[in-house]
């Protein structure tokens, strides 16, 4: 079964802290890609970056970084920094190639607070 | 570039009315689209995956009577709430990805449709 966890419902921070948002996944594919997006409150969904299973590798991005560990099957991603304008839900997932479908965590709730 | 555009933003209507939602890709072609709705607070929920020239294929528990969708083209799905209810309420999401229905490559969301039924 493929699935997307995000255990945090919510994270409350003050600006200029660092935080973490966790996601682990359960896929039987051995090819596989996970994304993180962004939902500000206006609603769009925002890419944020893809990884494939066969890339290990930290990313960094500005503040954004991504640790992707295959051993514990996680993807979190930190905000360096945080701001208020990062106050957004963020949403992981995995697109498994059994069916090329995508499919969404539950969601973080991030709340920053100036 | 890839950019989705769905129309239209907000629709507020009476119980019983027909509406249609369209997803149009801008910059590239679109051979399958995704459909998704998305309850206050909760994560996006696929409904369906239209694939142009042919049927959609719909999620299990979603009606294909209720929720009608065209992809008559390379750019444009289309998604019609048939005789909407307030239960049908919601913020319904598409997206497309470059490269068609096996590509890697992230989906690009529009902007999402609130829909509130009388």
């Known amino acids: 079964a493929q699935k997307v966890t995000q255990a945090q419902t919510e994270i409350s921070v003050v600006e200029k802290e660092d935080v973490t948002l966790d996601c682990v996944y359960e896929t039987r594919d051995t090819t596989y890609y996970l994304f993180w997006y962004k939902q500000p409150p206006s609603g769009e969904l925002v890419f944020l970056i893809r990884r494939n299973s066969f890339d290990e590798q930290n990313e960094i991005s500005g503040r954004y970084s991504w640790n992707f560990q295959k051993s514990t099957s996680s993807f979190n991603f930190t905000i360096t920094a945080s701001q208020v304008v990062d106050s957004a839900v963020y949403f992981c997932?995995?697109?498994?190639?059994?069916?090329?479908?995508?499919?969404f965590g539950a969601g973080t709730r991030l709340f920053v607070k100036a | 570039g890839a950019v989705v555009s769905q129309h239209p933003s907000r629709v507020i209507c009476k119980s019983g009315t027909s509406v249609k939602i369209e997803c149009r890709s801008l910059d590239f072609q679109a051979t399958t689209m995704f459909w998704y709705r998305q309850f206050p607070k909760q994560s996006l929920m696929l409904m369906a995956t239209s694939n142009e020239g042919s049927k959609a294929t719909y999620e299990q528990g979603v009606e294909k009577d209720k929720f009608l969708i065209n992809h008559a083209s390379l750019t444009l799905s289309t998604l019609t709430v048939t005789s909407a209810h307030p239960e049908d309420s919601s913020f319904y999401i598409c997206?497309?990805?470059?490269?068609?229905?096996?590509?890697?490559?992230?989906?690009?969301f529009g902007d999402g449709t609130r829909l509130s039924i009388l």
């Open positions: 997932a995995l697109t498994y190639t059994g069916g090329f479908k995508t499919i």
């Open positions: 997206s497309a990805r470059v490269g068609g229905f096996n590509s890697n490559q992230p989906q690009h």
